[in-house]
């Protein structure tokens, strides 16, 4: 028999427009639905009551774009731009995971996520490094009850000499991770519709690096894969060399709405058209857009294009792997730049909070073909809801609990998630978890890759990244006399 659950009393900030913000209301869960939401539901014997007073109840956060397997690298790039992480993350530490650390590194995010209220994420997985990778990674979304839509990563970190990959493979076939995948899709995505929390996606290798003829044709391979969603990073602001590849996609007839994607800060007004006619998804991440040069973040320009818009962490290497990080920084840069194309002072303010809130639910939700399943507390949906304490010094009182959630909140407030029906926080703890003996091992996991890091050829990575750079110079410099 399903569990049932009521919770009572509490604030509902719903984030569906036909039901909005309510208090002193009513939530009922029965097994993986909301059934209801209303006041005075009446208890019934089966039920599990929770008391909601002074509590918000909305909806799980949605995070649209993330490299799950960095957690052991959290904080190495505070003070990175883009060039720094892409020679330091992806040319060195993403050589020197094995499969059990690409385990523990996605395993423990997704803790993380738990933790501070983001129940559905969109893992853009490149740290294929071997086929164990793949099957470790998908297994830790199912260790950790999320709902997940692991993208198989197309992209290959570099095999030196010490590292994690083998050459032999990287060199007989640099592209066996096409075959990888689908072998990852049959063995393990038997049935990879909505029903499922943890489904199998695609991410493309970097469209800036590769012919479009590459992505074009991985995009056909997904497609022929039957993926969830088919990720790719695009329009890197100052890092993008102008190869227009939603309007070359478009071109080709292969925009659609499994596509998804992310940062977009230099996409162009046609572009961002195609992407809101074709219906595809937009994942912004404020905080690794603003700190690495990857230019204003797009979500409410997007969004008011008619996009289908969610917020994304990106990386825990330079930022915390919350939402509500990401909720302020794109809410007063917005503002802030709006502000700026006021003559005079600013006398209405851009956006609300409730915008924010919007993209980093339901917003993300729709971004990644969810929208009809999760995004809001709607009856029918699965229940993937949070609880949140406004007890502590920093949430009394609650005039606005929208603003609450934005601006004030933080994980220690969530007191309880449910994802799909079940609980998986209660009173502020994360539930089957031995944390203590999984931090252990997250140490060690930690220090083994730097030792691995140590073996990195130093030389070797500078020059290609020099080379890089002056590739990206001279493609800068051609595409700005085409444009
Ligand atoms: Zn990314």
Redesign the pocket.
Known sequence: MSTKYLIQNATIVSVDPRIGIKNNCDVSIEGEFIAAVGPGIPVSPEQIVIDGTDMIVSPGFVDT?R?AWQTQTRTIAADFVLSDYAKVLRNVFGSCYTAEDAYLGNYCAALECIDSGITSIID?SHIMNSSQHADEVVRAWRDSNMRAIFCYGAYGNPAWTGSTLDNGRETDNPDWRYEDARRVRQSHFKDNGTNQLVRFGFATSEPEMVPIETIASQIELARDLGAAVITS?IALGKWDIGLRTVRSLESKGLLGSDLLF?HGSTLEDDELKAISQREAGLSCTPDTELQMGMGPPVGFKASDCGCKVGLGV??CCSAPGDMFHQMRLLLQAHRHLEHEKTPGPPMKIAKKCEDALKLATQGGADAIGLGEIVGSVTPGKRADILLKRCDSPRLVPVHDPVATLVLYANASDIDTVFINGRVVKSAGKLQSVDWPSVRTRLRKSTADIHERARLAPADEIEKAMSRMTEALKVAVEKNKQRL
């Open positions: 774009h490299h853009h990073h992310s990106d990386v």
